[in-house]
């Protein structure tokens, strides 16, 4: 399609001109605050091994215990156990090692519930690890638990005295005209609700504002999200047991495997005493 062609370069252009993050940031010690097992390697993978490289010290806090993610197929249990080991070797691919990751154990779904004891937690973590930068889930996405993330985040930092640079990272924003389909090319309904997606999304982009080049080490990125198998392949022969590729017929997985990871950066200053 011509028009998603367009607007994709459109984009891409848009993203090449955003600031590349500084050899000291790469340096600077963090936490990566993940909803789900995956979501670290989706929106920052490329940037935790680009920061690991450059030698800083990165934590890994998933949020919640991944465990409805197939409840069709397995138990809850089952499930918490499997995507905890899913997660671990996907930090070690991403060279974080198994110290450096810790499991909340919210459950999936309903972090939203317990926001005050999750404040709590990520309020002792902070004063605990002293981290120079905090990475969140992107504040414009829609899924409940990566909103309710960035929120216990940030409002943890309320109180945290220390000067901490947040980078926001994007996983459900792709998941939009131009970036994945609009369904039958053919229907003007479809087309007008693409031109009104396609004005959004240019809107949002523009509030990114810093990237990091991944190229050299997409193919380790690609590498520590198979190890989350359980988004990546189907344990039990049945189609309905879903997959990351089957989001937008793998249009949106591709996205994460662009030149660039992109962030919303901003400093929170420290609280007032």
Request: hydrophobic share 40%.
């Amino acid at each position: 399609m011509i028009l998603k062609k367009q607007l994709r370069d459109r984009y891409l252009k848009q993203i090449d001109r955003l600031k590349p993050m500084s050899t000291e940031d790469l340096e600077a010690s963090a936490i990566v605050f993940s909803p789900h097992q995956d979501d670290e390697t989706l929106g920052c993978g490329g940037t935790i091994i680009r920061k690991r490289e450059a030698g800083a010290e990165v934590k890994i806090v998933f949020m919640t215990d991944g465990s409805h993610s197939h409840d069709r197929f397995m138990t809850e249990a089952e499930l918490i156990v499997l995507r905890q080991k899913e997660a671990i070797q996907a930090a070690q691919t991403l060279n974080v090692e198994g110290e450096n990751v810790v499991f909340f154990g919210f459950r999936d779904g309903e972090l939203q519930q317990s926001l005050n004891m999750a404040i709590a937690k990520v309020q002792e973590l902070l004063i605990q690890n002293q981290p120079q930068q905090v990475f969140i889930p992107y504040l414009r996405e829609t899924h409940p638990d990566h909103l309710a993330t960035s929120q216990i985040v940030l409002a943890a930092l309320t109180s945290y005295q220390s000067e901490v640079t947040i980078y926001e990272y994007p996983v459900w924003y792709w998941h939009h005209f131009p970036w994945t389909g609009i369904g039958d090319r053919d229907s003007r309904l479809n087309y007008l609700k693409a031109s009104i997606k396609a004005k959004l999304g240019w809107q949002l982009i523009q509030e990114f504002n810093y990237r990091v080049g991944i190229e050299p080490i997409k193919s380790q990125k690609q590498l520590a999200l198979a190890q989350h198998q359980t988004q990546m392949k189907r344990l039990i022969d049945d189609p309905n047991w879903g997959l990351l590729q089957d989001v937008s017929n793998g249009e949106w997985l591709e996205c994460f495997f662009q030149t660039q990871e992109i962030f919303r950066r901003t400093i929170n200053t420290g609280a007032k005493l």
